[in-house]
T-cell receptor
Framework: EPEVTQTPSHQVTQMGQEVILRCVPI?????FYWYRQILGQKVEFLVS????????KSEIFDDQFSVERPDGSNFTLKIRSTKLEDSAMYFC???????????????FGPGTRLTVT | KNEVEQSPQNLTAQEGEFITINCSYS?????LHWLQQHPGGGIVSLFM???GKKKHGRLIATINIQEKHSSLHITASHPRDSAVYIC???????????FGKGTKLTVNP
């Protein structure tokens, strides 16, 4: 069964460093998402991406964050200058169709645990 | 105020018991997800529903759009059902999922 994959599973970085989290969505999916979950808290939406552009983002997704689909298969989340408070589990998800009007199920990756020291 | 409220926050059951987890939401939605998160952190989608009822094995999910309420039922619970169960809603006119805080279920043998 097709699945969303994410690499690395765990990333440790120093404050101020740039990190890139990678995701490979399910191949025929068109909508891509990033979520984060700070330890002990609920999952929060960061950004949705369709047709090579951001379609919606949350207030968390500030100028420090960017997303890209560099090669038609990978979907990346970049954090430019990490802060301690960026430590969290980051989940990628994908769905086959648009999120507005007709609603399609999202499939989640296993997550990348980011630790900023 | 949280847009999605789940109850209970924690639930301990004996193997074989019937489990109910509730989700209430305060906003217009286009659909609702029930998700399962295991201790390792990975999230698995159990159901997506916008009306009525869905069943998969021992799991049953119902939704009442008028009352803005959904329930997840587990029949004949088993220790392997121990996980955090999360309700998440698609906001109407939006592309984002809004998540509840989750219900931690522990099923003892």
């Amino acid at each position: 069964e097709p699945e969303v994959t994410q690499t690395p599973s765990h990333q440790v970085t120093q404050m101020g460093q740039e990190v890139i989290l990678r995701c490979v969505p399910i191949s025929n999916h068109l909508y891509f998402y990033w979520y984060r979950q700070i330890l002990g808290q609920k999952v929060e939406f960061l950004v949705s991406f369709y047709n090579n552009e951001i379609s919606e983002k949350s207030e968390i997704f500030d100028d420090q964050f960017s997303v890209e689909r560099p090669d038609g298969s990978n979907f990346t989340l970049k954090i430019r200058s990490t802060k301690l408070e960026d430590s969290a589990m980051y989940f990628c998800a994908s769905s086959v169709g648009p999120g507005q009007g007709v609603t399609y199920e999202q499939y989640f990756g296993p997550g990348t645990r980011l630790t900023v020291t | 105020k949280n847009e999605v409220e789940q109850s209970p926050q924690n639930l301990t059951a004996q193997e074989g018991e019937f489990i109910t987890i509730n989700c209430s939401y305060s906003v217009g939605i286009s659909a609702l997800h029930w998700l399962q998160q295991h201790p390792g952190g990975g999230i698995v989608s159990l159901f997506m529903l916008s009306s009525g009822k869905k069943k998969h094995g021992r799991l049953i999910a119902t939704i009442n759009i008028q009352e803005k309420h959904s329930s997840l039922h587990i029949t004949a619970s088993h220790p392997r059902d121990s996980a955090v169960y999360i309700c998440a809603v698609w906001l109407g006119g939006s592309e984002k999922l809004v998540f509840g805080k989750g219900t931690k279920l522990t099923v003892n043998p």
